[in-house]
């Protein structure tokens, strides 16, 4: 992915478990994801990052007039699964 269309990122990532956390893209204000306590199983390192819809490898499928309502997000691992709900927060949220 060219650094040209990746917004905004998390370097390093960070080891989210049991406990929950909180995972920030840098730079830290504009975006993170709050994972609640009792969401992960194990301790998993998560990043996130905000995409451009244009560099996506497969684009969500739209119907005519649909159109995308908020920034893309993307969290790893890509199979990561959650218990509770997870939750984005990012400017203009």
């Known amino acids: 992915m060219r650094q040209t269309h990746l917004l905004y990122r998390s370097p390093g990532g960070?080891?989210?478990?049991?406990?929950?956390?909180?995972?920030?893209?840098r730079p830290p204000e504009k975006l993170r994801v709050i994972v609640p306590p009792g969401s992960?199983?194990?301790?998993t390192k998560m990043t996130c990052r905000l995409?451009?819809?244009?560099?996506?490898?497969?684009?969500?499928?739209?119907?005519?007039?649909?159109?995308?309502?908020?920034?893309?997000?993307e969290v790893t691992p890509p199979?990561?699964?959650?218990?509770?709900?997870a939750l984005k927060t990012s400017p203009g949220n």
Do not use: M, N
């Open 51 to 73: 995409i451009a819809k244009e560099r996506l490898r497969r684009p969500p499928q739209l119907r005519e007039g649909q159109a995308l309502a908020s920034r893309i997000v």
């Open 14 to 25: 960070r080891v989210v478990g049991r406990d929950g956390g909180v995972v920030r893209a």
């Open 40 to 43: 992960l199983d194990t301790p």
């Open 79 to 85: 199979a990561l699964k959650f218990h509770r709900y």
